[in-house]
């Protein structure tokens, strides 16, 4: 009896090793399979429309009066193309849930793949050159008004729904100079069918030299159904 409870209790010692060595491995594939992903799959992965799961938030540079970080609050929606062009609309809004929505902002360009990035098996650094468009539309008063009041030379005036395209064009307000093609230096993840970018610097910088692009993984966009 009691050698027949010693060979009962080895055989479910190794039945339990059994399964743990099977999931081991199992954990293994996976992770070797992400880990082997080549920037042409990510790329093939990448084509069609995406979207933001909620309004997100993100630190700015500029600050509130008691010197506390400014945030701001968007919505994205991201489209790839197989020919590597992009377009990206966001939507900047002035409160966290997406109900005062103060301007639309659309950009148009290409892509240039930069191959791995360390943050995440499988993860790519990217840059997003915005030379095909970069549209402006008002969609709340106080908007068009402070454009009209920092961005009237060489526009025309500024309207509710009315877009302009800055590309190419001085636009002190967004720190563009004239003939500056605005690009942004980033970095692509995907897994279960979300779509990470590069998290914003905590001080609020933007991705526009190489040295500042992200080091983490931003709140990620589902494809869109």
């Excluded at 080549?38 to 008691?66: C, F, Y």
């Excluded at 008002?138 to 009209?148: H, R, S």
């Excluded at 690009?183 to 526009?208: C, P």
């Amino acid at each position: 009896m009691f050698n027949k409870k010693i060979v009962t209790a080895i055989m479910v010692f190794l039945i339990i090793g059994m399964i743990i060595s099977a999931s081991a491995q199992d954990e293994k594939a996976k992770s070797q399979k992400q880990k082997s992903m080549t920037t042409e799959q990510v790329k093939k992965l990448s084509v069609g429309e995406w979207v933001s799961i909620a309004p997100e938030v993100r630190p700015s540079i500029s600050k509130n009066a008691d010197g506390s970080m400014k945030p701001f609050y968007l919505t994205r929606t991201f489209t790839y193309s197989a020919d590597g062009k992009f377009i990206l609309q966001m939507i900047n809004s002035a409160d966290a849930y997406g109900k005062v929505p103060l301007v639309k902002i659309v950009l148009k360009g290409h892509t240039v793949w930069q191959g791995e990035h360390p943050v995440a098996a499988g993860a790519q650094k990217i840059d997003y050159i915005a030379d095909g468009a970069y549209e402006i539309t008002p969609l709340i008063q106080g908007f068009a008004d402070a454009m009209n009041h920092a961005a009237s030379n060489g526009f025309n005036k500024w309207e509710v729904n009315v877009t302009q395209n800055i590309l190419g064009k001085a636009f002190p307000p967004f720190g563009l100079s004239e003939g500056q093609i605005y690009g942004e230096f980033d970095l692509i993840y995907i897994k279960n069918d979300m779509m990470f970018w590069g998290a914003k610097h905590v001080d609020g910088r933007s991705f526009d030299k190489v040295e500042n692009r992200p080091d983490n993984l931003q709140i990620p966009m589902i494809r869109k159904q």
